[in-house]
């Protein structure tokens, strides 16, 4: 039988939860509109969307899909954020592609592209984990989280009030090489692209303290780490980084398996962070992931699968929830994306 055919049934009898509306509203900080994260919504009647956000009690989205290209955060800000402004936040992105041709003069060029987007609506700055990764410069160099050259774009961002969302690291399995030993073989076999094994790429830790070096140098810009600051395997090292930068908070989108399978500690840590945590999903609008989410942060169920899929995405184990305190869900749900976000 090839492990791709297992399919084991477990005999643990556990009691299910089903959360089908929050305790409190939440606010999603963390998704996506567009193919191919967000279910292609630019495409579907806004009242459908709409319809399913209020089903899923989720009160404010923020669409990240902007930081594809400016093309794409103007269709997106007429789409959803001028049709239903209460509703939606459009974050704006960096064309890094434009350093090659314009050398020395792109720093200050991406910072007042940066003044444009806020103009033009976008509340945010999105990063995706090219940089770092495959970023290069006008002379073919890999670009370092941390490059010196480009604090114009975070200084700006700062000045602006734009919080900066960044994701410049995956799961740090998808660093090491893909053997026998690898917790996620069989994620990166049905996606290959999504290997980052040093070398080529930079060690999973160099990318990671460059990113700490980048937040703490920038102290009055707002940056917003996601997928648990991209370290959801080490919440020590998190807690680290938070303690050590003020101005740093993090989401929690599609960490579910990570969070849940160290639940004791993943509990503790909510509590002692409740106010730097942010909700976000960054599974499009799916109400069953929606719930699946609810049901982790509110319910002590255990050993569940953390995805809708019949077997686990991101790793065959499953997790157990959270049953997070009242006064924290608040916060996680909404209270703290309000406020790091300025949301009325």
């Not at 398996?257 to 160290?262: V, W």
Request: with cysteine; glycine share 8%.
């Amino acid at each position: 039988m090839k492990l791709e055919d297992f399919r084991p049934r477990s005999k643990l009898v556990t009691k299910t939860t089903l959360v089908e509306r929050p305790r409190f509203p939440v606010v999603d900080a963390h998704n996506h509109l567009a193919e191919p994260f967000g279910g292609g919504w630019d495409k579907k009647p806004l009242r459908q969307l709409l319809d399913l956000l209020d089903e899923a009690c989720v009160t404010h989205y923020v669409d990240l899909d902007g930081g594809w290209g400016e093309d794409l955060l103007y269709q997106h800000l007429d789409l959803f954020k001028a049709r239903a402004p209460e509703r939606f936040q459009i974050f704006g992105g960096v064309d890094w592609n434009r350093w090659k041709e314009m050398g020395n003069r792109f720093p200050e060029w991406a910072a007042g592209r940066l003044k444009v987007q806020k103009e033009a609506g976008a509340q945010g700055l999105k990063i995706w984990k090219p940089f770092g990764l495959q970023v290069r410069d006008d002379l073919d160099r890999l670009v370092k989280v941390d490059d010196a050259r480009l604090s114009p774009i975070w200084e700006t961002a700062g000045e602006l009030g734009l919080p900066v969302l960044i994701h410049i690291a995956d799961p740090v399995a998808f660093f090491d090489p893909i053997d026998e030993t690898n917790e996620r073989w069989e994620e990166l076999g049905a996606h290959p692209d999504w290997a980052f094994t040093s070398p080529p790429f930079p060690p999973f830790m160099q990318i990671m303290n460059a990113f700490k070096n980048l937040v703490r140098r920038h102290s009055k810009t707002v940056f917003i780490g996601a997928h648990v600051g991209c370290y959801g395997e080490n919440l020590g090292w998190v807690a680290q980084m938070l303690e050590s930068c003020p101005n740093y908070y993090i989401d929690i989108s599609a960490r579910l398996g990570e969070l849940g399978r160290q639940p004791y500690r993943a509990r503790k840590f909510f509590i002692q962070y409740q106010d730097r945590i942010l909700f976000g999903s960054d599974m499009g609008p799916d109400l069953d992931a929606y719930r699946l989410y609810y049901r982790f942060l509110e319910s002590d169920d255990e050993y569940f699968n953390y995805n809708t899929s019949e077997v686990p995405l991101q790793g065959r184990w499953y997790v157990s929830g959270l049953y997070l305190p009242d006064d924290v869900l608040k916060k996680v749900y909404s209270e703290n994306a309000r406020r790091v976000l300025k949301m009325e």
